[in-house]
């Protein structure tokens, strides 16, 4: 049986992308059900539209705003405001805001912190790869349906 976990505020793994930050807080190696991420976005981010054939998130704004999209629903998202993504939805968020976005990210099933790794990886070497970033996403259950967006 493995063992409970506190995480305190600042504590986690984080990996750093351009204009997006994570901090894992919860992940395989430890959850069956979830991973649980703090995601930082700053203005000028827009992962792009997508979906997965196995994979839930839920998406919780705690600190500033995000345009969220679920299937056709759109929302600018304030603190407070919770977006579930259930398997096979098309989704997105992005920050079209002056200011940045926190957001608890719940992953199920656990594992998709090895997705923001590699993401990481990929983008730490200059403008977005666009063609290694669809092969990751497809290794990661992810259909991209508009292109994931790092504005300068």
């Known amino acids: 049986m493995t063992a409970g976990k506190i995480v305190e ?12 930050r994570i901090a894992v807080k919860v992940d395989a190696g430890i959850a069956l059900g979830a991973s649980v991420f703090e995601v930082h976005v700053d203005p000028g981010f827009d992962v792009g539209a997508h979906r997965h054939t196995e994979v839930e998130e839920t998406f919780y704004v705690l600190e500033g705003e995000l345009d969220l999209r679920v299937d056709e629903q ?10 579930f993504v259930p398997k096979g939805a098309a989704h997105q968020f992005l920050n079209a ?3 940045g976005a926190k957001v608890l990210l719940v992953v199920s099933p656990p594992g998709h912190e090895r ?5 990481a990886d990929i983008l730490a070497s200059g403008p977005p790869d ?7 996403r497809e290794r990661f259950d992810t259909e991209q349906l508009t292109p994931l967006v790092v504005t300068p």
């Open 97 to 99: 805001s002056a200011g």
């Open 115 to 119: 997705y923001f790794e590699e993401l």
């Open 74 to 83: 759109v929302t600018r998202g304030r603190a407070g405001t919770l977006m």
């Open 9 to 20: 505020p600042g504590q986690g793994h984080t990996l750093s992308l351009p204009r997006f």
């Open 130 to 136: 666009h063609e290694a970033i669809a092969a990751l």
